[in-house]
């Protein structure tokens, strides 16, 4: 059974500092990893994907992946209130067949 | 484009029974999928389909059938509705963007099973 572990939370943060939320996956093979946000009563919406080690960088978020480890990481610089949400980490083959997701963190940034 | 749309928003059945839940994409994506979320907790996969006439189980496909006639149609088919199967059900759509697949999420079918 392929498994997807985050913290749950709820990570609270002030506003303007750094968010780190964290994922761990169990699937040597996976090949696809993907931070995904939710607002509350609302669908998932992809924020960011990697898929080679190291650092990825998009406006305020970084994506961390260290596949050695099965470890993959978000960071949220300069967090604002409206960045309260939940952040589900997704993990995926090459074939678009076998998304598995994890419990998500709760993520809520104090003003 | 709409993207992937979703109908109805909110349904509430009784026990036993049926209903389709509708999902369309009008994005040309091959791949598409049903998840379902309980409160609290992550998304599950349900069915897949990975082009017309082509579907597969997830990881919980028991109580619930699927079908896929056309590109853009994916309906989810509830028989004889039970209460664990109250949940928030979501069809996603993906493609094969440059480095693998990137999935996009419809709003999503809130269903109350009493």
């Known amino acids: 059974q392929k498994e997807v572990e985050q913290n749950s939370g709820p990570l609270s943060v002030p506003e303007g500092a750094i968010a780190s939320l964290n994922c761990t996956y169990s699937d040597r093979g996976s090949q696809s990893f993907f931070w995904y946000r939710q607002y509350s009563g609302k669908s998932p919406e992809l924020i960011m994907f990697i898929y080679s080690n190291g650092d990825k960088e998009d406006g305020r978020f970084t994506a961390q992946l260290n596949k050695a480890s099965q470890y993959v990481s978000l960071l949220i610089r300069d967090s604002q209130p409206s960045d309260s949400a939940t952040y589900l980490c997704a993990v995926g083959d090459n074939y678009g067949q076998n998304f598995v997701f994890g419990p998500g963190t709760r993520l809520s940034v104090l003003p | 484009n709409a993207g992937v749309t979703q109908t109805p928003k909110f349904r509430i059945l009784k026990i036993g029974q049926s209903m389709t839940l509708q999902c369309t994409q009008d994005m040309n994506h091959n791949y598409m999928y049903w998840y379902r979320q309980d409160p609290g907790m992550g998304l599950k996969l349900i069915y897949y389909s990975v082009g017309a006439g082509i579907t597969d189980k997830g990881e919980v496909p028991n109580g619930y059938n699927v079908s896929r006639s056309t590109t853009e149609d994916f309906p989810l088919r509830l028989e004889l509705a039970a209460p664990s199967q109250t949940s928030v059900y979501f069809c996603?759509?993906?493609?094969?963007?440059?480095?693998?697949?990137?999935?996009?999420f419809g709003p999503g079918t809130r269903l109350t099973v009493t």
């Open positions: 996603a759509s993906s493609y094969l963007g440059d480095r693998g697949y990137e999935q996009y």
